[in-house]
């Protein structure tokens, strides 16, 4: 393969997307990004560095110079630097810096595994293999709130279920990259559908794009 086999996996929040793109990096032995942690990075160094978060040009440069090799999740993960991310991500100028840094990611050999929310309809749009995960907003609210208790913290899953569908509607509705299946895409609703059964439905597509490009000898 002498070029890289790329798999963009979309979905909205807590859909099971990251479980199931690790699992598929590990299985296949390609690199894996999560896209959304990009957006995070930025942020996160906009606050260590005391720089407003309403300024695109700054965060541009913050994006344009970002480290994806030292992504840590655990650090990501912060509330504050969720917050933050979200009202970066809106900023076309960072959008595009961030986009391009994950197609230069997507070019490693000899493959790669992206998730987020624009990976199949923006950055990746030729990948082979689309993935489009998702779940009810209650399954999913249910998820993010036995996530947060078993991480010793507490939460009110009414409350969890309403941030759900509202950050659905701002993923949804927003004029640039908005959060939307790829024409091409396969869908995986994972509302009753445990992650060994989603990897198992994933590899099965998986295995037979790789197949056809073999016998394609394209690549």
């Known amino acids: 393969m002498t070029a890289s086999f790329t798999i963009a996996i979309d979905g909205p929040a807590a859909a099971g997307k990251g479980t199931l793109s690790r699992l598929i990096a590990a299985h296949y032995g390609f690199h894996h990004l999560d896209t959304g942690l990009t957006y995070r990075a930025t942020a996160k160094a906009l606050l260590d560095a005391g720089l407003p978060l309403d300024d695109e ?15 840590d999740r655990a650090t990501l993960a912060r509330h504050e630097v969720g917050e933050a991310a979200s009202r970066i991500a809106v900023m076309p100028a ?9 197609r230069r990611f997507a070019a490693k050999l000899p493959g790669t595994v992206l998730d987020g929310r ?15 995960v998702t779940a009810s907003p209650e399954v999913r609210a249910k998820r993010r ?51 060994e059964a989603a990897f198992q439905a994933a590899r099965d597509i998986i295995d037979g794009a790789l197949t056809q490009e ?6």
């Open 57 to 71: 040009s700054v965060a541009e440069t913050i994006a344009r110079n970002l480290d994806l090799s030292g992504l």
């Open 94 to 102: 960072v959008r595009r810096a961030l986009v391009e840094a994950q």
């Open 118 to 132: 624009d990976i199949g309809t923006v950055v990746c749009p030729n990948a082979p293999v689309k993935l489009y």
């Open 145 to 195: 709130f036995d996530e947060i208790v078993a991480g010793g913290g507490s939460a009110v899953f009414d409350e969890v279920c309403a941030d759900v569908k509202k950050r659905d509607e701002r993923d949804m509705g927003r004029v640039d990259s908005p959060l939307r299946p790829a024409d091409d895409a396969h869908l995986l609703d994972t509302s009753e559908m445990s992650i």
């Open 214 to 219: 073999q016998r394609s000898g394209s690549r």
